[in-house]
């Protein structure tokens, strides 16, 4: 993965495979103690314990397609590298949480990337969920929730090209208002 | 675009010169968004078919993210799926290529053999 909009996009991709209908979406920045630290929590089917170890294993998914789940080994991975950390917790039935803690200063952290494309991407996936997407940088924190800009956006095509820059230019002005011109 | 009510402005003035696509599409496009995909660059592939179906103003098109088609080696692809149920999966896809796709197959309806990964017909 090339940045960790892209790493976000994933890890929803797996939420919305284990069948939530709602994704906390996480996202702080502490220039303090120079950390990054991203949350998903999702309402989907959960996981045992023993599920959660074999998520880390590279070759352990519970897709019929193919043999290799790659999505939550390489985070781990990710998160090693630069000095960081990763915990998932769940409950079957209830939800999961994945927390992840990178260091944001360290040379293999890599860049952030196209928030607000991810977050389109996820507004015009097919499947019914929710999301709230919160960036907090330095104690201040924004929220950007999928069901007001459905409503806001209700009767148009999300699928056309204005209609897409639109929302990425509604999503980005809320970012900028608390990272101002400053890059990620 | 600073709040939710400008977005809601842009949305009473384009309804009133938009045609709506219909929900039953004509031809659908499929792109593999699993890791395997993302990693490969599927999103700003998603991202030039949603630009380029405003931009031929193409109707009649339904764009899915799916998951992992088994085929990780070849990502980024892309599925049609005609009217007829004719599959065509193009592989290794890029901007550059997803243009000259929605071009030729999409609107001119012929298929590029050269990126085609495999083709079943109804």
Known sequence: MDDLSLTLYDLCINAIDAKATHIDIELLIDDIKKIISIKIKDNGVGMSNEQIEKTYDPFYTTRTTRRVGLGIPYLKQLTEQCDGLMAITSTPGVGTTLYAELKKDHIDCPPFGDLAETLYMLIIHQNAFDFTFSLGVNQKTIHIKKSEIIEATQGLDLYRGSVKKAIQSYINDSIHQIKGDEDL | ?122
């Open chain 2, 1 to 122: 675009m600073k709040s939710l009510a400008d977005l809601k402005k842009m949305r009473d003035a384009s309804l009133k010169n938009i045609e709506m696509r219909f929900s039953k599409g004509t031809m659908r496009i499929q792109v593999g968004m699993g890791t395997c995909g993302i990693a490969a660059g599927a999103r700003p592939i998603l991202s030039q078919i949603i630009e380029d179906i405003e931009a031929h103003k193409l109707k009649d098109i339904i764009v899915t993210q799916v998951g992992c088609m088994g085929e990780c080696a070849y990502e980024p692809i892309v599925e049609l799926i005609d009217a007829d149920g004719n599959h065509t999966i193009y592989c290794e896809v890029t901007v550059d290529k997803i243009k000259e796709i929605i071009t030729s197959h999409v609107i001119d309806g012929q298929v590029i053999e050269k990126y085609v990964l495999y083709k079943t017909k109804k």
